[in-house]
């Protein structure tokens, strides 16, 4: 069974920063590539890091672009989204999934729970 358990919301101003940790099982880390998504209030899902459209290359959402960064620690089985000069439009439920490669880019089938970020002003 996939498990995802993610961790590292919370409340922070605006141009401040903070790292999501998303911790999985030893089978899903190592079977897996590891993105992270975003819901905001009223929005669709959306991708923010992560494999995505080209295998082997880390791809990131525009809006994230320069601020955002994916990174993943293999002995830990965790994959982290440090996220710096953080926008009020951040402002969203962060999910972190496990994909894979099906032909024509990554696809995401297992999902953690979610982790509120909130950016005041």
């Known amino acids: 069974q996939v498990q995802l358990v993610e961790s590292g919301g919370g409340l922070v101003q605006a141009g401040g920063s903070l790292r999501l940790s998303c911790a999985a099982s030893?089978?899903?880390?190592?079977?897996?590539?590891m993105g992270w998504f975003r819901q905001a209030p009223g929005k669709e899902r959306e991708f923010v890091a992560g494999?995505?459209?080209?295998?082997?290359?880390?791809d990131y959402a525009d809006s994230v672009k320069g601020r955002f960064t994916i990174s993943r620690d293999n002995a830990k089985n965790t994959v982290y989204l440090q996220m710096n000069s953080l926008k009020l439009e951040d402002t969203a439920v962060y999910y972190c999934?496990?994909?894979?490669?099906?032909?024509?880019?990554?696809?995401?089938?297992?999902w953690g729970q979610g982790t509120q970020v909130t950016v005041s002003s």
């Open positions: 030893d089978r899903t880390f190592s079977r897996h590539v």
């Open positions: 999934a496990a994909g894979s490669w099906l032909g024509v880019s990554y696809e995401y089938n297992y």
């Open positions: 494999p995505r459209w080209s295998r082997g290359t880390m």
